[in-house]
């Protein structure tokens, strides 16, 4: 699998498309671009067209604006995105009947590092148990913190985490994150109300 970069407003719009947990930014694109499921070879024929260059015309409120204001909306956004992006990963079918609480766990940190990779990374560097590393961009970095850690890889993204916690340890886990995050508290005790 190859890795690209995107600019940010084109991963928002991708994150927004997403139809169920769990769902790849690859199945996500398939969809979009109405590709099969499975890859096949493809030639990318293009016709001669004429291309005229865009103008664009700044709009004179947008330009008196300060750069602090600027980033505020965007922080909005940010959070409000995170925020729609969290209520339907909870209010899914898939998550309510999960049975097992890691797969709840990876879920919802899978939802917050797709809705707000920025602000998860931030969040998990400043996370830590009093002997164990919760977070990391590679395995051995968890199970070097002690005998018998657990690890798993969080989907769709680069981080692990440690997963043999007893569930309210999850809850706990989650609680610090999402906090970090700046996530609002009733979202968090309504997450964390999956993890008693």
Do not use: C
Request: hydrophobic share 35%.
């Amino acid at each position: 699998m190859k890795n690209i970069e995107i600019d940010d407003e084109l991963y928002q719009y991708i994150a927004s498309r997403t139809q169920f947990i769990g769902e790849t930014a690859s199945d996500i694109l398939r969809r979009l671009l109405r590709l099969p499921a499975t890859p096949q070879p493809f030639v990318l024929v293009q016709e001669n067209v004429k291309t005229e260059p865009k103008t664009t015309a700044k709009k004179t409120v947008e330009s008196k604006k300060s750069a602090e204001t600027k980033k505020d909306e965007v922080k909005d956004q940010d959070i409000s995105f995170l925020l729609k992006h969290l209520d339907n990963t909870l209010n899914s079918d898939d998550f309510i009947n999960e049975k097992k609480a890691v797969r709840r766990f990876l879920a919802v940190l899978s939802a917050l590092h797709f809705a707000a990779p920025q602000r998860f990374t931030y969040g998990t560097e400043n996370i830590k148990g009093s002997e164990r590393v919760y977070f990391a961009k590679d395995a051995e970095t968890i199970l070097s913190t002690g005998n018998g850690v657990k690890v798993k890889q969080i989907p769709d993204s680069p981080f692990w985490v440690i997963t043999n916690n007893n569930t309210a340890r999850k809850g706990i886990i989650l609680s610090k994150l999402m906090n970090a995050m700046d996530i609002p508290q009733d979202y968090i005790e309504r997450t964390q109300a999956f993890f008693i």
